[in-house]
């Protein structure tokens, strides 16, 4: 019956977010600007920046991280190591896309419920909160993941056309493959939970979408570690910090049903 | 035994007292009528009945459910419309029924949305979107959500609220309908003359219950029954007489018109009415003076005022 109701909540999610152009201009075309403007940087970065930035001891020491993590890099000119080194910041970066559209679409799921007065109807059903949240949040997040996934596709394929195909085999370690397949998926149920979260305790979905946003600064942070030589992700490590974030995930979905007071929200909801 | 048992009901929010110490059942098919102003407590009580939210003292059993315990179970065997219809406008009619029919143990989801949209008239606006229907579609809508998997108890708040004439027409026609099929209801409105058509008794709130019972006995115990008797002409010599009758308490005459209150006003009348043709008096015709649920409604909210003021004096 379980299976049954997540499965119902997603069908329809997925019918009113394909209904809706905003939602759908936003999971189709933001993965594509992300990529396209991440790729523009790193370019302007080489081409013009490589020089400085192989001077600076913080960007030293992230070169060092990275010939240790990467042996084969160490062959090519100074200029390409500082490239590789920002490619290889796009396995994290990839991580803002699902995090952005869950702000955009989750933050929305609960209020857009309360605001219309479907919300006391779906609470007279058995539906056990549980079900109703993993719905929504699976709804949104599958989605993002799908456009994170096409978007690493789209990126690999800019760096080709830019000539870098050369590069793609120091791009493509274990690590960008766990990130892509257990640190993605783990953000993104991650980032629509804390929307569903902030959608059920916020007034309204500005509210709902700070709330959210709490998940961007981890992932930044993450970013800045990696670029400035403080830490350089392995695999095992990226694995580590996958199995972490799953954790995280199953956590709050436990918090998301705690908070989520049925009775406050359909008194305070009118 | 009854299929909605109140007990001791109270809400509490902060301070407010909502509902006050509710106690009512409810038998399995009745259309109980629940009437109040604005903020009794009604759509309160409906949420609380509802399993939508918990009293803050005693306790309420629908279906043989507990309310504040057997949620889950509880939903599986009541409807509820809500005060808004609270439809996915994206959706079509047929999408927003699959998809509340998705959360119950029923076989034949296609089979039993098919039903309730052709019971609702909406067949054949099966796939526009319910964002495109009037006001009355979107409510005919909502109550074959609420029905879609056949609750022994339905719950209405405010069904016809916001309808024009023709679309709360037909909203009331499907809850006769559902009456005759001896589903259980229990109807929160506003309108009085709605309730006394649709109802086999009455409960009237305002915070705590003021009167339940049906609608003829509310009238007998707020109004004596008046006899009207239309004469063909004004004869004094007729007042006297019945005025003097031992069984008559009190006699007015309005022009052609004598409004007599009996001590029994089944037995008494065709007394009444032998005593005023030997009188002399030429009768047209004998009625019975008509009381409205308003006016009996309307009295009881006057005595709950007067007893307000009364304790804050």
Same mark, same amino acid.
């Given at each position: 019956?379980?299976?049954?109701?997540?499965?119902?909540?997603?069908?329809?999610?997925?019918?009113?977010?394909? *209904?809706?152009?905003?939602?759908?201009?936003?999971?189709?075309?933001?993965?594509?600007?992300?990529?396209?403007?991440?790729?523009?940087?790193?370019?302007?970065?080489?081409?013009?920046?490589?020089?400085?930035?192989?001077?600076?001891?913080?960007?030293?020491?992230?070169?060092?991280?990275?010939?240790?993590?990467?042996?084969?890099?160490?062959?090519?000119?100074?200029?390409?190591?500082?490239?590789?080194?920002?490619?290889?910041?796009?396995?994290?970066?990839?991580?803002?896309?699902?995090?952005?559209?869950?702000?955009?679409?989750?933050?929305?799921?609960?209020?857009?419920?309360?605001?219309?007065?479907?919300?006391?109807?779906?609470?007279?059903?058995?539906?056990?909160?549980?079900?109703?949240?993993?719905?929504?949040?699976?709804?949104?997040? !599958?989605?993002?993941?799908?456009? *994170?996934?096409?978007?690493?596709?789209?990126?690999?394929?800019?760096?080709?056309?830019?000539?870098?195909?050369?590069?793609?085999?120091?791009?493509?370690?274990?690590?960008?493959?766990?990130?892509?397949?257990?640190?993605?998926?783990?953000?993104?149920?991650?980032?629509?939970?804390?929307?569903?979260?902030?959608?059920?305790?916020?007034?309204?979905?500005?509210?709902?979408?700070?709330?959210?946003?709490?998940? !961007?600064?981890?992932?930044?942070?993450?970013?800045?570690?990696?670029?400035?030589?403080?830490?350089?992700?392995?695999?095992?490590? *990226?694995?580590?910090?996958?199995?972490?974030?799953?954790?995280?995930?199953?956590?709050?979905?436990?918090?998301?049903?705690?908070?989520?007071?049925?009775?406050?929200?359909?008194?305070?909801?009118? | 035994?009854?299929?909605?048992?109140?007990?001791? %009901?109270?809400?509490?929010?902060?301070?407010?007292?909502?509902?006050?110490?509710?106690?009512?059942?409810?038998?399995?098919?009745?259309?109980?009528?629940?009437?109040?102003?604005?903020?009794?407590?009604? &759509?309160?009580?409906?949420?609380?009945?509802?399993?939508?939210?918990?009293? &803050?003292?005693?306790?309420?059993?629908?279906?043989?459910?507990?309310?504040?315990?057997?949620?889950?179970?509880?939903?599986?065997?009541?409807?509820?419309?809500?005060?808004?219809?609270?439809?996915?406008?994206?959706?079509?009619?047929?999408?927003?029924?699959?998809?509340?029919?998705?959360?119950?143990?029923?076989?034949? $989801?296609?089979?039993?949305?098919?039903?309730? %949209?052709?019971?609702?008239?909406?067949?054949?606006?099966?796939?526009?979107?319910?964002?495109?229907?009037?006001?009355?579609?979107?409510?005919?809508?909502?109550?074959?959500?609420?029905?879609?998997? @056949?609750?022994?108890?339905?719950?209405?708040?405010?069904?016809?609220?916001?309808?024009?004439? @023709?679309?709360?027409?037909?909203?009331?026609? %499907?809850?006769?309908?559902?009456?005759?099929?001896?589903?259980?209801?229990?109807?929160?409105?506003?309108?009085?003359?709605?309730?006394?058509?649709?109802?086999?008794?009455?409960?009237?709130?305002?915070?705590?219950?003021?009167?339940?019972?049906?609608?003829?006995?509310?009238?007998?115990?707020?109004?004596?029954?008046?006899?009207?008797?239309?004469?063909?002409?004004?004869?004094?010599?007729?007042?006297?007489?019945?005025?003097?009758?031992?069984?008559?308490?009190?006699?007015?005459?309005?022009?052609?018109? %004598?409004?007599?209150?009996?001590?029994?006003?089944?037995?008494?009348?065709? @007394?009444? $009415?032998?005593?005023? $043709?030997?009188?002399?008096?030429?009768?047209?015709?004998?009625?019975?003076?008509?009381?409205?649920?308003?006016?009996?409604?309307?009295?009881?909210?006057? @005595?709950?005022?007067?007893?307000?003021?009364?304790?804050?004096?």
């Amino acid at each position: 019956m379980t299976v049954r109701r997540i499965r119902n909540i997603l069908r329809k999610e997925w019918v009113l977010l394909f *209904t809706d152009p905003n939602s759908t201009v936003l999971v189709v075309l933001l993965p594509f600007v992300v990529v396209g403007q991440f790729v523009l940087y790193f370019w302007l970065a080489f081409r013009f920046g490589s020089e400085g930035m192989l001077g600076s001891p913080v960007f030293q020491t992230a070169l060092e991280k990275l010939l240790q993590a990467i042996p084969e890099a160490s062959a090519l000119p100074a200029t390409e190591q500082i490239l590789v080194l920002l490619l290889n910041q796009f396995q994290f970066i990839l991580l803002l896309i699902p995090v952005m559209i869950g702000i955009g679409i989750a933050a929305f799921s609960i209020v857009d419920e309360k605001l219309t007065g479907s919300l006391e109807a779906l609470l007279a059903t058995p539906v056990k909160t549980w079900e109703l949240l993993l719905g929504k949040t699976l709804a949104g997040a !599958i989605p993002a993941l799908l456009m *994170t996934w096409i978007s690493a596709g789209f990126f690999l394929l800019v760096i080709n056309l830019l000539g870098w195909s050369d590069l793609s085999r120091l791009v493509l370690t274990p690590g960008w493959f766990l990130s892509l397949f257990l640190l993605a998926p783990g953000v993104a149920i991650l980032s629509f939970m804390l929307g569903v979260i902030g959608s059920s305790r916020a007034r309204d979905a500005k509210d709902a979408q700070t709330i959210a946003l709490v998940v !961007i600064l981890p992932i930044l942070a993450l970013i800045g570690i990696q670029i400035t030589g403080i830490v350089w992700f392995t695999p095992l490590l *990226t694995l580590v910090l996958g199995l972490v974030i799953l954790t995280v995930d199953y956590i709050a979905l436990r918090v998301a049903v705690r908070l989520f007071q049925r009775e406050s929200i359909t008194i305070a909801w009118r | 035994m009854a299929i909605i048992e109140a007990s001791g %009901l109270t809400r509490l929010f902060g301070e407010v007292l909502a509902v006050d110490d509710l106690t009512m059942s409810v038998e399995p098919g009745e259309v109980l009528g629940f009437l109040g102003p604005n903020g009794a407590g009604k &759509t309160t009580t409906i949420r609380m009945l509802a399993g939508i939210i918990a009293p &803050t003292r005693g306790q309420a059993i629908v279906a043989g459910y507990r309310t504040d315990q057997d949620v889950e179970k509880l939903h599986e065997v009541i409807g509820m419309l809500t005060e808004t219809p609270g439809l996915y406008d994206r959706l079509s009619a047929r999408r927003n029924l699959e998809y509340f029919a998705g959360f119950y143990a029923i076989d034949d $989801v296609p089979g039993r949305v098919e039903k309730y %949209l052709r019971l609702m008239e909406l067949w054949d606006r099966r796939e526009d979107r319910a964002g495109t229907f009037s006001k009355g579609m979107k409510q005919r809508l909502a109550l074959a959500r609420a029905l879609i998997h @056949e609750p022994k108890v339905l719950f209405l708040d405010e069904p016809t609220s916001g309808l024009d004439p @023709e679309a709360a027409s037909e909203v009331r026609q %499907l809850i006769l309908r559902l009456r005759d099929e001896g589903c259980t209801i229990f109807l929160s409105t506003h309108n009085l003359s709605e309730a006394e058509m649709l109802c086999n008794r009455i409960a009237v709130i305002h915070t705590r219950l003021l009167a339940l019972d049906t609608a003829e006995s509310l009238r007998r115990r707020f109004f004596r029954r008046k006899v009207m008797v239309e004469l063909q002409s004004h004869d004094p010599n007729v007042v006297a007489v019945v005025r003097k009758l031992p069984f008559v308490q009190t006699a007015d005459e309005q022009g052609t018109r %004598l409004s007599v209150d009996l001590i029994d006003s089944e037995h008494n009348r065709p @007394e009444l $009415v032998r005593a005023i $043709v030997e009188a002399g008096g030429k009768v047209i015709t004998v009625s019975e003076e008509q009381y409205t649920l308003e006016q009996v409604y309307l009295r009881l909210m006057n @005595e709950e005022k007067a007893s307000d003021s009364q304790a804050h004096s």
